[in-house]
């Protein structure tokens, strides 16, 4: 992974120290944990064999980073998502995948608090979306990415690190902007800056302010092998760190890295589970081909 | 179909060089032909006719009264032999503002705006680009040259209620020399684009042309010029504004070169580039759209992109590049997030704000000046002259206002990544006023400086009131863009209907007059500004104007006020309806 893309340079020290972080293997340098049991898993529930059967009561369970309990959303009468329940544990690395239009970028966004859900609630770091408390925990990189036009991109980091209390940022702020291969752009303004490097600058900034869950969609598009490297391997220190990682992607190379894997289609919930066990063409075809 | 026949033909692997097709101008109009017919039958004509009356009727009521309160205003004194004498030059300088104009709107790309669609299937296929743009060109020049010479007419009649001549004369003399202002702006603009001119020569074509007229003006204001130093380039155009009290055939030529220049842009309109045309026509359907919501921040900001008006990479005033630390060995990716939202000092804030208007283009830094220098004479004028010269400066400080809040601007405009920082929006809104304030204070200080120029006895007025006249100006702009940042997130209205249908509840009069009452409480708001000044100016008494402008330093608390507990005042609200609602129930 990463260090195939760096191969075509001499290797800095702080490569190298990268590389032995993340060595032998980065794809499973990030422990796959097992399936969990999830709220909604299709192929999991079972029908009730004895229905005088008395439940146990079940034991308290431990916080989760993201729950949703019949999450949906809808744009008039037409269902972006149908009611979800979700949870997810700290220091998951979920890979959110489906067709176009599947419900994952509304998903992403009702969590981070930017779009109002229709039905149902949720919480991330176990504080209500869109509260101070959860925007102090989730950072979000947008599929879009958005900048202001008056701030360079040094500028954009100190002020988003600065806005969520960090002091101490300059020093994260320089490797991370070399990681990407952003170092020689960073006192000039992202209007001015192709997709990709948009792309960089925006990775730069989601990863300077701190967080304990991080939302990503759409994180590969626009972005060149160097950039596309150094994501992976980002995302594998901050989810080695204990961070809960939530990808949207087509990309489905990068969901082997998953611990976990969550398909819709149509806005509704159609996999969750182990990504070795999914069917990975026939959950992200589109839903021409699913109805033909 | 000869046309379809040829693109296949081109198609095809052995297909022969490619020639132009000989018909394409006529397929050209015949396109243009079925689209204008399908345009006008989906015109609704009695809201057409409607409209046009209503424009009609409220135009005419507007300049009788006008017309009235300028009767007299000015006096019987006006020498018509001198006005001759020292009037062209003065006057010839707005046909010598519109071709610097022209030029520098050509160096950007304007004045031209063509549909995304005709670019793309019209200019990319082998028709003529010239036959094409001969219609855009045209039309422009047309409405230009109309609007213009129907307010150069408006201007005349009123020039006749105090100068010797008759309406219908001073109407159109005034109205052809409005005529000849629109048209040199929109040739001069064509033809700036099409030979290509370099912003920085368009600049100093500009500049030199505007200092030659502005020099024999003087020259002649001041009678201490004479001979060849009198000749300026728009002196025959502004003697032509004065044909309506004496006629000279030699005047004519300012017509014939306007006419000459606008057949040379309309022949060279083929070499118009198309970069620009394709981003000036994405443009200008958001500022139709725009204008027609009257949405008046959203038509400023687009006009700004129009005139490729982009902020500076580089800070004023930064001279060294910032010492940052070098790469290390290892990268932290993550930096855990505190179990609290964080404290944040306002100098954050702050900072960001003045780095903002740090990086504001020369250009936008002379427009806030000329605003600001307008403000000035208009507040002299008001005082002095009429109170109708209070709407003169009521616009320019409205506009110095928008120009000035760029960083509240760039923050509202962006509210998915205000909502990412755990901070409460209005708390960071107010602060981002912060470094406007300050700009807006010394550029009210320019405006006192100005008016004190204007008549020095005004001096201490105009420094005691510019401050919170300016800040209270503000007001209305700083509304409208905090207007525009989305309420808290809410799945209903204020009436419990689910928000997604709320638009198919409002009837199209509601919405109309909500819209209409949205364009119109900021200049309300900010014409409280104005008040101080009207004290002034019709009671003299120091207390007056000082209790007056106690009210206006109130307006501006309530409204900083507003900014900061808007969220939470909407919350409130909806909690109060709620509660309504669940006590009916």
New interface residues.
């Given amino acids: 992974m990463s260090q195939s893309s760096r191969s075509n340079r001499p290797k800095?020290?702080?490569t190298r120290?990268?590389d032995a972080?993340t060595s032998p293997q980065p794809s499973t340098a990030s422990p796959k944990k097992p399936s969990k049991p999830s709220a909604v898993e299709p192929a999991a529930v079972e029908p009730a064999t004895d229905d005088t059967a008395t439940p146990e009561p079940s034991p308290p369970l431990p916080p989760a980073a993201i729950t949703t309990n019949g999450l949906a959303k809808?744009?008039?009468d037409a269902p972006a998502l149908a009611p979800l329940d979700l949870r997810i544990e700290h220091g998951d690395r979920v890979s959110l995948i489906g067709h176009n239009g599947s419900g994952k970028t509304t998903l992403l966004r009702m969590l981070?608090?930017?779009l109002?859900?229709?039905e149902g609630t949720a919480t991330v770091?176990e504080h209500p979306i869109?509260s101070?408390?959860a925007?102090?925990?989730v950072?979000?990189l947008?599929d879009q990415p958005?900048?202001?036009?008056?701030?360079?991109v040094?500028?954009h980091l100190e002020?988003?690190a600065?806005?969520?209390?960090?002091d101490d940022w300059?020093?994260?702020a320089?490797?991370?902007a070399?990681?990407v291969g952003l170092?020689e752009r960073?006192?000039?303004?992202p209007?001015?800056f192709s997709r990709g490097l948009k792309q960089k600058a925006a990775i730069t900034i989601a990863?300077v302010?701190?967080?304990?869950v991080m939302l990503i969609d759409e994180p590969f598009v626009g972005l060149d092998r160097t950039g596309r490297e150094a994501l992976l391997e980002?995302l594998a220190?901050?989810h080695d760190?204990?961070?809960t990682l939530v990808v949207a992607t087509h990309e489905l190379s990068s969901v082997e890295r998953s611990s976990r894997l969550i398909a819709l289609s149509g806005g509704e919930l159609v996999f969750d589970g182990d990504p070795s066990e999914a069917d990975l063409a026939r959950l992200t075809e589109g839903r021409s081909a699913e109805s033909g | 179909m000869r046309h379809r026949h040829y693109v296949l033909v081109a198609m095809t692997s052995d297909a022969p060089t490619a020639t132009v097709p000989s018909d394409a101008a006529a397929t050209l109009r015949e396109l243009r032909r079925t689209r204008k017919r399908r345009r006008l039958g989906e015109l609704d004509w009695y809201d057409v006719a409607y409209r046009v009356y209503l424009f009609a009727l409220v135009g005419l009521v507007l300049v009788v009264w006008v017309s009235d309160a300028v009767d007299g205003a000015i006096g019987d004194t006006v020498d018509t032999v001198d006005l001759l004498t020292r009037g062209p030059a003065v006057i010839g300088l707005a046909v010598v503002a519109a071709f610097a104009l022209g030029v520098r709107s050509g160096a950007d790309g304007g004045p031209i705006s063509v549909e995304l669609a005709d670019i793309r299937h019209v200019l990319l296929s082998p028709v003529s680009r010239r036959t094409f743009m001969l219609r855009p060109i045209g039309q422009r020049l047309r409405s230009a040259a109309f609007a213009v010479g129907l307010g150069g007419a408006v201007l005349g009649q009123l020039i006749a209620t105090e100068v010797e001549g008759s309406r219908t004369a001073w109407a159109a003399a005034c109205g052809a020399f409005g005529a000849i202002v629109g048209a040199t702006f929109v040739a001069t603009a064509v033809l700036s684009h099409a030979l290509r001119v370099p912003r920085p020569l368009a600049t100093v074509l500009a500049a030199g042309a505007v200092l030659w007229q502005g020099l024999v003006a003087w020259g002649i204001w001041n009678d201490t010029t004479d001979g060849l130093a009198r000749i300026g380039p728009g002196n025959l155009a502004g003697r032509l504004a004065l044909w309506g009290i004496d006629q000279r055939a030699v005047d004519v030529i300012a017509i014939a070169v306007a006419v000459a220049m606008a057949g040379a842009a309309l022949s060279l309109g083929g070499r118009l580039r198309l970069e620009p045309l394709a981003r000036r026509g994405e443009l200008v359907s958001q500022l139709r759209f725009a204008a027609t919501v009257q949405d008046l921040r959203t038509v400023v900001q687009l006009r700004r992109q129009l005139r490729s008006e982009?902020?500076r990479?580089r800070q004023w005033g930064s001279v060294r590049?910032?010492l940052?630390?070098?790469?290390?060995?290892?990268?932290?990716?993550?930096?855990?997030?505190?179990t609290?939202?964080?404290?944040?000092t306002p100098r954050?804030i702050w900072a960001?704000g003045v780095?903002?208007l740090r990086?504001l283009p020369l250009a936008r830094l002379a427009r806030i000046a000329l605003l600001a220098a307008i403000a000035g004479v208009g507040g002299v004028l008001t005082y002095d002259a009429s109170p109708l010269f209070g709407l003169l400066l009521l616009a320019a400080v409205f506009l110095v206002g928008l120009e000035c809040l760029?960083?509240l601007s760039?923050?509202i405009d962006?509210p998915?990544?205000t909502?990412?920082?755990?901070?409460?929006r209005g708390w960071i809104y107010v602060h981002l006023l912060v470094a406007p304030a300050v700009l807006l204070a010394v550029v009210a200080l320019l405006g006192a400086a100005v008016a004190t120029a204007v008549d020095p006895s005004l001096a201490l007025g105009a420094f005691a009131l510019a401050v919170p006249v300016a800040w209270a100006a503000a007001v209305g702009p700083v509304v409208v863009t905090v207007l525009d940042a989305p309420s808290p997130?809410?799945?209903t209205t204020l009436l419990g209907t689910?928000?997604?249908?709320e638009s198919s509840f409002v009837p199209p009069e509601f919405a109309g007059f909500s819209t209409a009452l949205k364009a119109a409480i900021p200049v309300v708001l900010s014409a409280v500004a104005t008040v101080p000044v009207f004290v002034a100016r019709f009671s003299g008494d120091v207390a007056s104007v000082g209790r007056s402008v106690l009210g206006v330093v109130l307006v501006i608390a309530l409204a900083v006020l507003w900014v900061r507990r808007r969220d939470a005042w909407t919350v409130k609200t909806r909690d109060f309806f709620e509660a309504g609602r669940a006590a009916q129930s």
């Avoid at chain 2, 609290?340 to 944040?344: K, M, Q």
């Fill in positions: 800095s020290n702080k120290a990268r972080r809808a744009y008039g981070v608090g930017m109002e859900p229709s770091a869109g101070r408390e925007r102090t925990a950072s979000y947008a958005v900048f202001y036009d008056d701030l360079t040094w500028e002020y988003v600065r806005l969520h209390g960090t300059e020093q994260q320089v490797d991370l070399d990681m170092s960073l006192d000039d303004l209007m001015t990863f302010r701190p967080f304990d980002l220190l901050a760190d204990g961070a | 982009i902020l990479t590049t910032p940052r630390p070098e790469p290390s060995a290892t990268v932290r990716a993550r930096t855990p997030a505190p609290t939202p964080p404290a944040v954050v960001r780095r903002s990086r760029e960083p760039q923050e962006r998915d990544l909502d990412s920082y755990a901070i409460e997130p809410s799945p689910p928000r997604d249908a």
